[in-house]
């Protein structure tokens, strides 16, 4: 019979069969991406744990009514119990956030969508750039409780949804569709990668105006320099 000491030691082995969230968590650039990727996981384990206590009580009512199960019961109700866990485990990660998705989030999740997808961009990314998306993670991390004081529907929530989800990946998706010789070649006074970094860096401005804006509860002002962004990027992602 499954005594609860055998239990404890059992849930303690299996929880390690949950894959090492390290590798997922190193490509991080701020604490709203680790955020969602670490309730991702927990929300895995909480299955792999639900699946386990279903195995125990099993194990724990047919050894009531056979008057103990036995070694072999033992042995099979550890593995069904590293099952549930492995079967956790190969569950699916987060949905792979995209420009459309990052434009409808809500508010609570935009920071952290933005970031993963931006982790996601750095390899195709030259070093200046990669320095530069690491430091609009932090600036996100900062917006991020700003936008919880604003309605999901505010003007301002949107022009902030246009500037993440529609200007920034129009730059980097422009960039990237460059054939990578033409990376560094002159066009009309600068290389696409200058054009990138700069770009990257007016991003990165304009993310920490809007966070002091929306704090100083300057909305209009947020909602004018919308209409600004809207012609200064327009095209953005042709260039």
Do not use: C
């Not at 982790?119 to 600036?139: C, S, Y």
């Amino acid at each position: 019979m499954v005594t609860a000491s055998d239990h404890d030691a059992v849930m303690r082995s299996a929880a390690r069969v949950i894959p090492d969230q390290r590798a997922r968590r190193e490509g991080s650039i701020g604490q709203r991406s680790k955020e969602l990727k670490r309730k991702k996981a927990l929300q895995k384990l909480a299955i792999g744990a639900g699946g386990a206590a279903a195995v125990v009580i099993a194990a724990m009512i047919a050894g009531l009514i056979l008057n103990g199960i036995g070694f072999t019961g033992v042995m099979i109700a550890i593995g069904l119990i590293l099952l549930a866990f492995v079967i956790a485990a190969m569950l699916p990660g987060l949905p792979e956030p995209t420009p459309e998705t990052i434009q409808k989030a809500d508010l609570k999740t935009l920071a952290g969508k933005t970031e993963i997808w931006l982790e996601r961009q750095r390899p195709a990314l030259p070093a200046p750039a990669v320095t530069l998306i690491d430091g609009i993670g932090t600036r996100l991390d900062q917006l991020s409780p700003q936008l919880a004081t604003l309605g999901e529907n505010d003007p301002a929530a949107q022009e902030v949804r246009k500037l993440l989800g529609e200007y920034l990946p129009d730059m980097i998706n422009g960039y990237k569709s460059i054939p990578e010789p033409l990376r560094r070649k002159d066009n009309g006074g600068s290389t696409p990668e200058e054009q990138l970094i700069g770009g990257l860096r007016t991003i990165d401005r304009e993310i920490e105006t809007m966070t002091g804006q929306i704090a100083r509860g300057e909305l209009d002002k947020l909602a004018t320099r919308g209409r600004f962004l809207e012609l200064k990027y327009d095209g953005a992602g042709e260039e």
